[in-house]
């Protein structure tokens, strides 16, 4: 069966940086773009950041854009959210989530086939 696998998550004071990873298995990785969310206590989940299948084409919220940066290694069947100058509103637990949907970006969540079960993310002021 298909599974995603986040990684990477944890304690980070403000400005700092972590890398989430995303693990994928069970499905032609490839053939699949790929996208973060996230969720922060009492609210909704929201788009973070999506790569197509080639990672040569990326789209951002506008609250991470400069800040967060998604990439893909199609060899290790891998998806990646750099994340620099972290502040506490970044603070939530961290989804990564599989489409087939065509299309070049891809935001909502009803778009995405397969998803992770998460990895926290808490950042300290």
């Known amino acids: 069966q298909v599974q995603l696998v986040e990684s990477g998550g944890g304690l980070v004071q403000a400005g700092g940086s972590l890398r989430l990873a995303c693990a994928a298995s069970g499905l032609t990785f490839s053939s699949y773009a790929m996208g973060w969310f996230r969720q922060a206590p009492g609210k909704e989940r929201e788009f973070v950041a999506s790569i197509n299948w080639s990672g040569g084409s990326t789209d951002y919220a506008d609250f991470v854009k400069g800040r967060f940066t998604i990439s893909r290694d199609n060899a290790k069947n891998t998806v990646y959210l750099q994340m620099n100058s972290l502040k506490p509103e970044d603070t939530a637990v961290y989804y990564c989530?599989?489409?087939?949907?065509?299309?070049?970006?891809?935001?909502?969540?009803?778009?995405?086939?397969?998803w992770g079960q998460g990895t926290q993310v808490s950042v300290s002021s």
């Open positions: 989530a599989a489409t087939s949907w065509s299309g070049s970006t891809w935001k909502r969540e009803f778009e995405y086939r397969y």
